[in-house]
């Protein structure tokens, strides 16, 4: 069981290139989660999915796009990239909606 | 609307004293849960402890235990015997019908244990 993995581990882009962050979990959860991580911030939520075909808008979804085609994927997409999209980003799983959480071990973005 | 504060940026802790670590929290939901999480330097996010809001029972797991206290609208982290390897982000979270069940998350709190 490889749990929620995220490629890229590390990225830098240049300002307003596009790229897709991967994000994958083999444990048959429908319930999945993209966060970006801030200096003294905590945890912000960008996308989330209740199962394939069904996402909404988290906290701050601007500037991102997300799609479920399969149970397993959930991949992150930066439109035109920002500095203030430098960040941590973070995908995580959940069997239910009363469950915890399992994060991936994240990635690291700049934007130069 | 709902709001997790822990109201402690950073704290120093002897090594093998008890550690409470604090979370507030804001909800009109009835029924919501509360998370705490670890994120050691290498960066992962490791799950600790959950409460629920109707559980009877303070949460235990190991050295970690909820100091829930539903009037006060508080869960607080209590590590026992605290380790070197306890130094870590720690932060708290909250999920309830207002967030869509999504996790609310707090600022979370530096602890650092000295030898």
């Known amino acids: 069981n490889a749990g929620v993995t995220q490629t890229p581990k590390f990225q830098v882009l240049k300002t307003g290139q596009s790229m897709t962050l991967q994000c994958a979990q083999d444990?048959?959860?429908?319930?999945m989660s993209w966060y970006r991580q801030d200096p003294g911030m905590g945890l912000r939520l960008i996308h989330y999915?209740?199962?394939?075909?069904?996402?909404d808008q988290g906290e701050v979804p601007n500037g991102y796009n997300v799609s479920r085609s399969t149970t397993e994927d959930f991949p992150l997409r930066l439109l035109s990239a920002a500095p203030s999209q430098t960040s941590v980003y973070f995908c995580?799983?959940?069997?239910?909606?009363?469950?915890?959480?399992?994060f991936g071990p994240g990635t690291r973005l700049t934007v130069l | 609307a709902q709001k997790i504060t822990q109201t402690q940026p950073g704290m120093f802790v002897q090594e093998k004293e008890a550690v409470t670590l604090d979370c507030t929290y804001d909800?009109?939901?009835?029924?919501?849960?509360l998370f705490w999480y670890k994120q050691p330097s290498s960066g992962e996010m490791i799950f600790l402890i959950y409460?629920?809001?109707?559980d009877e029972q303070n949460a235990t797991e190991g050295r970690y235990s909820l100091n829930f206290q539903k009037a006060r609208k508080s869960a607080n982290l209590v590590i026992s015997a605290s380790q070197l390897g306890d130094s870590a982000m720690y932060f708290c979270?909250?999920?309830?019908?207002?967030?869509?069940?999504?996790?609310?998350w707090g600022a979370g709190t530096k602890l650092i244990i000295k030898p």
């Open positions: 979270a909250m999920r309830d019908l207002d967030s869509n069940y999504q996790l609310i």
């Open positions: 444990m048959n959860h429908e319930y």
């Open positions: 909800t009109s939901d009835q029924s919501y849960g």
């Open positions: 995580a799983s959940r069997e239910g909606v009363f469950n915890e959480q399992f």
């Open positions: 999915s209740v199962g394939a075909g069904i996402t």
């Open positions: 409460q629920g809001s109707y």
